[in-house]
């Protein structure tokens, strides 16, 4: 086939949003949807910090083989990373997370919906509604692995974002090793 390129690659960089402290508005950091294709491929992002935004940090539809390296989110009102495929449809795959940090955020630091096959490495999620969420049906959230990955103050945002770690509805292989 006809190799791809990559859909997004970013290193150093900073996007703020419109206000200090936790973000006001509707707008997301970094929103990526597919439109024409089944998927975004090939994201590439290292060291990246995005702050203050009224929605999500980080907004990702149908990423697959993409990684992210030392990528921060904090002080959204939304999530830190929204990385999701289709509800009910085509899913994401194969992503990698080393060392990113959810912090301060107003729903969940992590939030992954119709994923399978990836990989979270060290990475932390303090201040949040949720540290980590991870939902989806068995044949659509699958293969996730969090090692190494901790969660430090919940706060207890709203009744859907109580101030919890962990929240794992559905799926089927969700590891979590030595977090």
């Known amino acids: 086939g006809t190799p791809r390129a990559a859909t997004l690659t970013t290193a150093d960089i900073e996007i703020a949003g419109p206000s200090a402290g936790m973000g006001t508005g509707t707008g997301y950091g970094v929103q990526i949807t597919r439109v024409s ?4 491929y090939k994201l590439d992002l290292s060291s990246v910090y995005i702050h203050s935004f009224g929605n999500d940090g980080i907004k990702v539809s149908n990423a697959i083989v993409s990684t992210f390296d030392v990528v921060i989110c904090e002080e959204n009102a939304g999530h830190g990373f929204n990385i999701h495929g289709v509800s009910g449809g085509s899913a994401g ?8 940090y959810g912090n301060g955020n107003g729903q969940a630091g992590f939030h992954v919906d119709t ?4 990989q979270f490495n060290a990475c932390a999620a303090d201040s949040n ?3 980590y969420e991870v939902i989806g049906a068995s044949n659509h ?9 901790g969660y430090e103050a919940p706060v207890n945002r709203s009744g859907s974002y109580p101030g919890i770690g ?9 590891g979590l090793y030595n977090c």
């Open 37 to 40: 294709r089944d998927n975004t």
């Open 93 to 100: 795959t194969s992503c990698v997370f080393n060392v990113c």
């Open 115 to 118: 994923m399978v096959y990836m």
């Open 129 to 131: 509604g949720i540290a």
């Open 141 to 149: 959230t699958q293969g996730l692995s969090f090692s190494g990955c």
């Open 166 to 174: 962990w929240k794992i509805n559905g799926g089927a292989g969700i």
